[in-house]
């Protein structure tokens, strides 16, 4: 089945355009002109992934984050918008949104963008997950719902974005909370560098890259405790697992 993609943009332009590239590129789209309506549509029905103008008349696209963001929302979002200003590519994000593209943006871009944060929420294929390790030749158990998952003891919050190592709450960064989230998905099965940095990142530093063994870093001092079993485990060559041993 096609993707779903919840386009809101006021520029009447800009949106056919989109919504043309959009659809050529195999989405299913909905088409709406201002933040009143997409929140209507995706009350009705709920899209995978959402399009979102920053600077539209009435709710804007950041008003639009912040009400699906309270009421639970955890769909995908990407703005677009012209103001390039740091200070206002941190209020989206703050906001809610995902990601951003800046206008005037390649169509490419905008698809390549999708792509990426699409693949965040969707499950790894396990011949995308690289060898497995000893003991690692099945999935962990893995307890998924809506709102929460859990494995190998740790737990967390989707919607409210809180993780726990057993009673204790961990403080992570948004990187960090990611990253931990495909490994606990995963748990048991080992994720090789590329498919990491394509879930989290949206593409491959390169090999010569230490990005991901620096979050990595970070992630095991804050999980790690005393008399308990390390769970990130490094597989040399392939990339990380997260289980019990």
């Not at 992934?49 to 696209?61: E, T």
């Amino acid at each position: 089945m096609p993707q779903t993609v919840l386009l809101a943009e006021d520029d009447r332009a800009i949106r056919h355009a989109l919504e043309r590239a959009l659809t050529l590129e195999g989405y299913e789209v909905t088409a709406v002109a201002d933040g009143v309506e997409a929140l209507a549509q995706a009350h009705k029905t709920p899209p995978d992934i959402l399009l979102l103008d920053v600077m539209m008349p009435g709710i804007d696209g950041l008003q639009v984050c912040r009400v699906l963001r309270a009421e639970g929302d955890r769909t995908p979002i990407l703005m677009l918008t012209a103001l390039v200003e740091t200070a206002d590519r941190i209020a989206g994000l703050d906001a809610g949104a995902d990601d951003y593209v800046v206008k005037p943006f390649d169509v490419e871009e905008v698809f390549a963008r999708l792509r990426a944060l699409l693949r965040r929420t969707s499950p790894v294929p396990a011949a995308a997950s690289g060898n497995s390790g000893p003991g690692d030749s099945a999935r962990a158990d893995v307890q998924i719902s809506d709102r929460q998952v859990e494995a190998a003891g740790i737990r967390m919050d989707l919607q409210a974005r809180r993780a726990w190592r057993g009673k204790r709450e961990l403080e992570l960064t948004r990187t960090e909370f990611e990253l931990l989230e495909l490994l606990v998905r995963n748990a048991g099965i080992v994720l090789d560098h590329s498919t990491i940095y394509d879930r989290i990142w949206g593409y491959d530093f390169g090999p010569g890259s230490k990005n991901l063994a620096v979050y990595v870093g970070y992630l095991r001092r804050k999980l790690d405790e005393p008399g308990a079993p390390q769970l990130i485990h490094t597989v040399r060559g392939v990339g990380y697992v997260l289980r019990e041993d």
